[in-house]
Nanobody, 116 residues
């Protein structure tokens, strides 16, 4: 079974931190490009962060650069998204995506709400 599953979402206040986790099954994250996307109501899905297969090169959207960190936990076969200094505009459903050769897999998403 090949799948990815997100966890760690919740409600936080502006300025607080939250860490999301994407656990992969059926493949190793080392051979897949792993990405985090998010989508707010009425908005198109946007790419937030990526960690590449193999060497693990990372890339971030301008809106989260300097605040978010994507990393791999190889022992858990999981990818984390550490989100610091959260802002209301970070609110949305966060999805994990794995790209492995011509195949790709989406998680079901986890809700992150940043509100005072």
């Amino acid at each position: 079974q090949v799948q990815v599953e997100e966890s760690g979402g919740g409600l936080v206040q502006p300025g607080e931190s939250l860490t999301l986790s994407c656990t992969a099954s059926g493949f190793t994250i080392l051979i897949a490009d792993m990405s985090w996307y998010r989508q707010a109501p009425g908005m198109e899905r946007e790419l937030v962060a990526t960690i590449a297969a193999g060497g693990g090169k990372t890339n971030y959207s301008d809106s989260v650069k300097g605040r978010f960190t994507v990393s791999r936990n190889n022992s858990r076969n999981a990818v984390s998204l550490q989100m610091n200094n959260l802002k209301p505009e970070d609110t949305g459903v966060y999805f994990c995506h794995a790209q492995r050769f011509i195949n790709d897999y989406w998680g079901r998403g986890t809700q992150v709400t940043v509100s005072s």
